[in-house]
């Protein structure tokens, strides 16, 4: 049976800790096991037709984690990134990161520019892989980026409306995400994508990252389709096929 799809789907892949806690392992070993599931949420978005997803793979807070765990994570996305990238570029995903990258040792970013050359023609799946991102940072930046085009008299103050914003963001052309995931149990957007998650649907669950395999992902889309959106309307409006003002 066919349901209705997000377009855009927004992951906070937390509680990957806990789960190495829970079987007496290293925090690393609990990063390690996380990687599967992105395996799966990517196939899965590519098998039923989703366009976008995003991923938070490491926040502009993580930096404040012990220097062990982060170097071993920044490891890890190497690692991963140069293991995946041929598999991914078969499946048709082209993918991007955002984030401040300045802030990535060399060959991380390295890597990540040689992914992004290679995988920017392909249409199957926009992954977006947030490493170093910060919802408020992103804003900011997008705000400077336009006071600088006023400064320079490119647009005025007044030409800056919702689209042109938008269209500053890390995530410029994408779709608003229509649903958001976050595991692991807490149910915060720990500075994730502020501006776009303004009308997103939120699906929390308890199961950790390393444990989220295709049947979750099934539970969490199911969820998706059984919502009512209503963007500001009312029940009625929406039954009777109103369209509301937003994307
Ligand atoms: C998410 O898992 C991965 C990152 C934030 C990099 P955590 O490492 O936050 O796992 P918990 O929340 O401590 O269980
Ligand atoms: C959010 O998880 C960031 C990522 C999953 C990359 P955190 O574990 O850092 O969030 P808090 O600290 O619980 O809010
Ligand atoms: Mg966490």
Redesign the pocket.
Known sequence: MSILLPRHVAI????N?RWARARGALRADGHRAGVEPVRTVIEECVRRGIGALTL????S??WGRPRDEVMGLMSLFVESLEAEIDELHRRGVCVRFIGERDELDVRLRTSMAGSERITADNTALALQI?VSYGGRSDILSAARSLAARVERHEITSAQIDEPTFSAALALAGLPDPDLFIRT?G?Q?I???LLWNLAYTELYFTELL?PDFDAAAFEAALQHFAARQRRFGLTGEQIDAGEQPGLP
């Open positions: 906070v892949m937390d509680g800790g938070f793979a490491f926040s807070e993580n947030a692991g807490e915060r720990s500075n994730f990252w």
